[in-house]
């Protein structure tokens, strides 16, 4: 076989794959009300999702996956819910670093952490440090996380260097996603067409993509589709192609 033909897997171009991938989760609570059961169960289905998205984008080789799992708006849920969200993310570090070291995936967050519970913090500093040495998948889990507090935090940042130009340099290279490439491509389930305060600055040019799909039923080949959708797309950056 030629080496300088394209090598597919899934019917995805290989040489083209997206660098990094943003993923905004939803549909978890829609998916159990369907069901009668209640949202949290929903929460868990969506957890197992997670897992099957994370090892296919490792497998696939994609750099950086970016998950929106806690936004600075969803305090305003019910206490019991986000207390089941936290426990459940408690629940699922402790059950998946081992495997998330054995796929060489290295684990990240943005947001502000701090307003975490303790127990959440902890373990994610653990989770971190242990899959620290890793080379492969960059995870990236958005908690507690909003693109609007994202650029005011950067700006801040700024203003505290003294008095200077802003530059799109300079204030990206204190966004919390500093160092990574943008998103390529912008994944939303259960079809709601709204960015909900993600990644702002961020997805200036990410190819979006919308699919009815709720977060729990969403499965690798639905991944794959986005990536195969991703590469027919023709980028434009504003020029004329
Ligand atoms: C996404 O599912 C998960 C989080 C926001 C944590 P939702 O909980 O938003 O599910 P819907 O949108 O109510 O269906
Ligand atoms: C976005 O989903 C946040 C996450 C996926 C963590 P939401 O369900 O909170 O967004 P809205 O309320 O539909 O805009
Ligand atoms: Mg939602």
Not at 18 to 38: F, Q, S
Not at 105 to 128: H, M, N, R
Not at 214 to 225: A, C, G, I, Q
Request: charged share 25%; proline share 4%.
């Amino acid at each position: 076989m030629s080496s300088n033909k394209p090598s597919f897997l899934h019917g995805i171009d290989m040489s083209r794959l997206p660098r990094h991938v943003a993923i905004i989760m939803d549909g978890n609570g829609r998916w159990a009300k369907k069901k009668r059961l209640p949202r949290l169960w929903g929460h868990r289905a969506g957890a197992k999702t997670v897992r099957e998205i994370v090892e296919a984008a490792a497998r696939l080789g994609i750099s950086v996956l970016t998950l929106y799992a806690f936004s600075t708006e969803n305090w305003t849920r019910p206490k019991t819910e986000i207390m089941g969200l936290m426990r459940l993310l408690f629940r699922t570090l402790r059950a998946e670093t081992e495997e998330l070291n054995r796929n060489n995936i290295q684990l990240e967050t943005i947001g502000d952490i701090s307003k975490l519970p303790a127990f959440v913090q902890s373990d994610l500093a653990k989770a971190k440090a242990q899959l620290a040495h890793n080379s492969g998948l960059k995870l990236i889990l958005a908690l507690n996380y909003g693109g609007r507090q994202d650029i005011i935090q950067s700006v801040n940042s700024l203003l505290k260097e003294g008095p200077g130009k802003a530059t799109e340099e300079l204030l990206e290279r204190h966004l919390q996603t500093a160092g990574l490439p943008d998103p390529d491509l912008l994944i939303r389930t259960s079809g709601e067409m709204r960015v909900s305060n993600f990644l702002l600055w961020q997805i200036a040019y990410s190819e979006i993509f919308v699919t009815p799909t709720l977060w729990p039923d969403f499965k690798k080949e639905d991944f794959y589709r986005a990536i195969i959708d991703f590469q027919k797309r023709e980028r434009r950056y504003g020029g004329i192609g």
